[in-house]
């Protein structure tokens, strides 16, 4: 905390309407440091009240920030993408102590979060509609893109400022007003990203954040008719329970869910560019991503070989506090995480499995586990099943290309997917095959501003980032034009 240059950017109170404002109760819930378990401070514990008063104060502001030009409002989101940039490393430096991640990737995430600011500035004033030939002669036909209303967003630990920025960024570019709610375990990342938002002169009231009881918060925006969308990022089960609450108000949803991400491996496969993949998609942010490898597919010939390389590779990871010097990997978030990870690997190694590096608690203690690899798993264990979200590599084998696709689809999840061969066709026959919303070829790093973030199954509806990225923060409105004679 000490280095950080700006403290104003460390804040511990609600943002509604354009205050900084405390619990009603003056209630806080207490945010820990995931390296050092560590008390980093308290954050108001905000419930049904002051959301209620957010979701007010968004619905107050919505004519007046619907009716602004699309490049005034460009310009806002231009600058706040501007002031991201300009303080990246003191927000990199307040994610490390409250998320965990090493501060490269800290810093990393600051960008990737400050390219949707400046995406959607852009993308603002993009938001054509269409001129469509009429049906009838004396009718003209036109078709435009405007905003929904007030939207909420609920988003997740793992990456606490991109996934929020990927969010409200969209929302605000298309003319909504936002209430968002950030993970109770990483508050401050998105506390800091409303201070620099209130700088780059983002009217009371059109943001608002709200910091607190999780279920409180959700259900006072769930009930609400006023707001109309909410966007979500996390479990499937949360979004499974978020979509049937939402049914009685008929809000519209984006659900970013959970992944099974299988990483397929030909025996034509580039292996040092497979390996090079593995590792920078399955150990980023100590495995906790929703499009991180859960599944290894390796075609059998390979397969010892491409376990013994990864092996070698993750054991050679640099382990600790995301502040020091040449760490790679972080802790988990939390204990609960640590147990289900603990849990995953010993029914693995119950089952057959054997522990090619790792499998246990660093020695660091604490939300520390050793970067691991399981060599061979079945569809029978939990690695196959669901989703380690930690430092897990579960290699299974495969015979043929049909082999792949079945057991890589075999899962009700459907995000990402990574696929490695040098056969065009078979490229062409995979990534049609595969059951998910994105597939990297010959790449373990797929995500960008620019690009359709998504999934299909239980892995959730609608894209963000790219041009389809506003699609879901607005409504296409049809004006037929009568009387043309
Ligand atoms: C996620 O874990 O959902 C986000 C990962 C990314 O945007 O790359």
Same mark, same amino acid.
């Given at each position: ?9 460390? =804040? ?9 404002? *405390? ?20 954050? %108001? #514990? ?21 009716? #602004?030009?699309? =490049? ?9 993408? +501007? ?24 810093? @990393? ?16 004033? +993009?938001?054509? @509609? ?5 049906? +009838? ?7 435009? =893109? ?23 960024? %969209? ?31 983002? %009217? ?40 049937? =609450?939402?049914?009685? $108000? ?31 998609? #399955? ?6 991503? /929703?499009? /991180? ?77 050793? %970067? ?7 569809? *029978?264990?939990?690695?196959? #099943? ?49 059951? /998910? ?25 609608? +894209?963000? @980032? ?7 923060? $607005? ?11």
């Amino acid at each position: 905390m000490k280095s950080i240059r700006d403290k104003s950017l460390f =804040k511990n109170k609600n943002y509604i309407g354009g205050d900084w404002i *405390d619990a009603d109760s003056k209630e806080t819930l207490t945010v820990k440091n995931p390296a050092s378990l560590e008390i980093l401070g308290t954050v %108001p #514990k905000s419930g049904k009240k002051e959301t209620d008063r957010a979701i007010q104060a968004a619905k107050e502001t919505f004519p007046s920030w619907r009716k #602004k030009t699309a =490049k005034e409002r460009s310009n806002i989101l231009y600058e706040w993408f +501007r002031l991201i940039l300009e303080n990246k490393e003191d927000l990199a430096e307040i994610m490390t102590l409250e998320q965990g991640k090493p501060i490269a990737e800290s810093r @990393g995430e600051i960008v990737y979060a400050a390219s949707y600011l400046e995406w959607f500035s852009e993308e603002a004033k +993009r938001t054509y @509609g269409d001129i469509i030939p009429s049906h +009838r002669t004396d009718t003209r036909v036109f078709v435009s =893109k405007g905003p929904i209303g007030v939207v909420a967003t609920i988003t997740p630990w793992n990456f606490p400022t991109a996934m929020l920025a990927r969010k409200i960024a %969209p929302a605000l570019a298309a003319g909504n007003t936002v209430v968002s709610k950030p993970s109770e375990l990483t508050p401050y990342s998105a506390l800091a990203l409303a201070v620099l938002g209130e700088r780059a002169g983002i %009217p009371k009231g059109v943001w608002n954040l709200v910091t607190g009881d999780p279920f409180a918060i959700g259900e006072s925006l769930l009930q609400n008719k006023d707001v109309r969308k909410l966007s979500f990022t996390g479990s499937t089960k949360t979004g499974q329970y978020l979509m049937e =609450k939402s049914a009685p $108000t008929l809000k519209k949803l984006s659900l970013e869910l959970g992944g099974n991400a299988p990483f397929i491996v030909f025996e034509d496969a580039d292996m040092d560019e497979a390996i090079k993949g593995a590792m920078l998609s #399955k150990y980023r942010n100590t495995g906790q991503t /929703c499009i /991180c490898v859960n599944r290894f597919l390796v075609q059998d010939s390979i397969a010892e070989e491409f376990a013994t390389r990864l092996s070698k590779e993750a054991a050679k990871l640099k382990v600790g506090s995301g502040l020091e010097p040449g760490v790679e990997q972080g802790p988990l978030i939390s204990e609960a995480a640590l147990k289900k990870v603990e849990a995953h690997v010993q029914d693995a190694v119950s089952q057959g499995a054997k522990i090619l590096t790792g499998g246990k608690k660093h020695l660091l203690g604490g939300n520390f586990y050793e %970067p691991t690899v399981l060599f061979p798993i079945n569809k *029978d264990m939990l690695v196959f #099943k669901e989703e380690t979200f930690g430092p897990v590599s579960s290699i299974m084998t495969f015979s043929s290309e049909e082999d792949a696709i079945a057991k890589a689809n075999d899962t009700e999840f459907g995000l990402a997917s990574y696929v490695y061969t040098r056969d065009i066709s078979r490229i062409f026959r995979m990534t049609e095959n595969l059951e /998910c919303g994105m597939v990297g070829v010959n790449e373990g790093v797929i995500s960008s501003e620019q690009v359709p973030f998504g999934g299909v199954k239980f892995s959730g509806m609608g +894209r963000e @980032g790219s041009k389809y990225g506003m699609d879901d923060y $607005t409504v296409t409105k049809y004006i037929c034009l009568g009387g043309i004679t």
